[in-house]
């Protein structure tokens, strides 16, 4: 998962746990909110009813104390006016067929679901009642009692959620898509980096990064820069390393050449004519298929034999023809060697481009490559057409591709896998001119391609 689709779910957990934390705060804060009401409606009803005992006192001195309350009159609008929506007041002592009188708790919500009446009565309890005296003063004037109605406290509470959870949900979804936005922005820097990284496996190490103003990601681009210097400057060092290796090697194949010309070419030739001499000696002084005779022409026929394979040896440990006919002569010189060999599989050349200012070690280099893979293709498949194609691309690429198909199958992850001394040889001698090698699957079979610069 990408960094900032990690970081923006891990916002939304966070940002749906602090609305679940302000839903949970509110519905605590909506039911004791009913506590505070309860006690405001009493300390009002209470304050109300010491005024109205006072009069009464005053204009009917002549009736008991304790028959001036409740008066008649002290269930009117405006008393009900002070009690909140879901409260209800009863005096004490109460009269006969005295009710309470309850604050209009029609219309103040819509009924909550069970589970949440439940889940508030079970963790929150009930409400308290309040009792406040009518008169300091007078012990004997009564005391108002003030009660919360469950029913009606638990629908205050639903409706507070509802009126407070769509501002929350919006102010949590407006904090969430700006963090996301915010976080995107700060984070756009890293596409840019993982893009180098790419890159840099692909082989281009030398690539620029944009600044950014993050501290970390500026470190980091930093970082990155440093190791794409270090890897240039390795595969530089790699590569003259490599085009050194292969001049001594080159150096050690032609010294190797000439020890085995003047040493093995010249014993064998003695000894082919020390059997030459054996065998008509052995015919002139013996009869005709002496034993004598028959193993002097056996030590002659496994001289020249010998001698055939030093030849093709030299051959190849030589210089190779590109260096003397020019590469596509050679290359149509090593196509036609290969069809006079054999009829199957057909071997077709295919040349793109002019090839006449090739030479060199790029001419050298693609000659062994395509020498390697037609010798590959033939030994280890069963084509029944090889195409060997040589392009020479112009322009901004300025290089030369050599591509050897077949039809004979193949897994071209396990070639490249077990690819042998052949074709690490020859990857070797690409990369050290700065060119590539790849194996890759065709239509019917396998590709091999090297491109090879020609400024290199």
């Not at 009690?83 to 103040?108: D, N, Y």
């Not at 390697?372 to 498949?381: G, I, K, P, Q, Y």
């Not at 590709?447 to 610069?453: D, G, K, R």
Request: net charge neutral; proline share 4%; hydrophobic share 45%.
């Amino acid at each position: 998962m990408r960094l900032v689709l990690q970081l923006v779910a891990r916002l939304l957990v966070i940002v749906a746990l602090c609305l679940g934390a302000a839903t949970v705060w509110a519905t605590i804060d909506a039911y004791r909110s009913v506590d505070r009401a309860t006690e405001a409606s009493a300390e009002r009803v209470s304050q109300s009813l010491e005024a109205l005992y006072w009069r009464e006192l005053l204009l009917r001195s002549n009736r008991m104390r304790e028959q001036l309350l409740p008066a008649p009159d002290w269930r009117t609008i405006e008393t009900m006016g002070l009690i909140a929506p879901g409260i209800c007041v009863q005096f004490e002592p109460a009269g006969a067929f005295e009710k309470p009188l309850c604050g209009q708790s029609k219309g103040i919500g819509k009924a909550p679901p069970r589970w949440f009446a439940t889940i508030v009565q079970t963790v929150l309890g009930d409400h308290a009642t309040v009792q406040r005296p009518i008169s300091a003063r007078a012990a004997t004037a009564g005391t108002v009692r003030a009660v919360a109605d469950p029913a009606a406290a638990i629908a205050l509470a639903w409706q507070h959620i509802l009126d407070n959870i769509h501002v929350a949900l919006l102010m949590a979804l407006a904090i969430a898509l700006l963090a996301s936005l915010a976080i995107a922005h700060t984070l756009a820097p890293a596409h840019s980096i993982v893009s180098a990284l790419r890159r840099m496996a692909d082989g281009d190490y030398r690539t620029p990064l944009p600044r950014v103003r993050s501290m970390e990601l500026a470190m980091i681009g930093r970082a990155v820069g440093d190791l794409g210097d270090r890897l240039a400057q390795a595969e530089e060092e790699r590569t003259v390393l490599t085009r050194r290796l292969l001049e001594i090697r080159s150096d050690e194949r032609r010294t190797l050449a000439r020890e085995l010309h003047d040493e093995f070419g010249q014993n064998l030739t003695a000894i082919l004519a020390f059997a030459n001499t054996i065998e008509a000696s052995a015919g002139d002084k013996y009869a005709a298929g002496t034993e004598i005779s028959q193993d002097a022409r056996m030590i002659s026929q496994a001289t020249r034999r010998i001698m055939a394979c030093l030849r093709d040896t030299l051959n190849r440990l030589r210089h190779p023809p590109a260096e003397e006919l020019g590469l596509e002569a050679s290359l149509v010189d090593l196509v036609d060697s290969w069809r006079s060999r054999t009829t199957q599989p057909m071997i077709q050349l295919d040349l793109h481009g002019d090839f006449a200012d090739i030479s060199g070690t790029v001419a050298v280099t693609a000659y062994r490559v395509a020498q390697e893979c037609l010798t590959n293709a033939l030994r280890h498949s069963a084509a029944r057409e090889i195409v060997l194609r040589i392009e020479r691309r112009t322009g901004s690429e300025n290089a030369l591709l050599v591509r050897v198909e077949d039809d004979g199958g193949g897994d071209a992850a396990k070639v490249a896998q077990s690819a042998g001394f052949g074709l690490t040889g020859v990857s070797e001698r690409v990369a050290a001119l700065g060119g590539s090698l790849s194996i890759a699957p065709a239509s019917r079979g396998l590709s091999v391609a090297a491109t090879i610069p020609l400024a290199a």
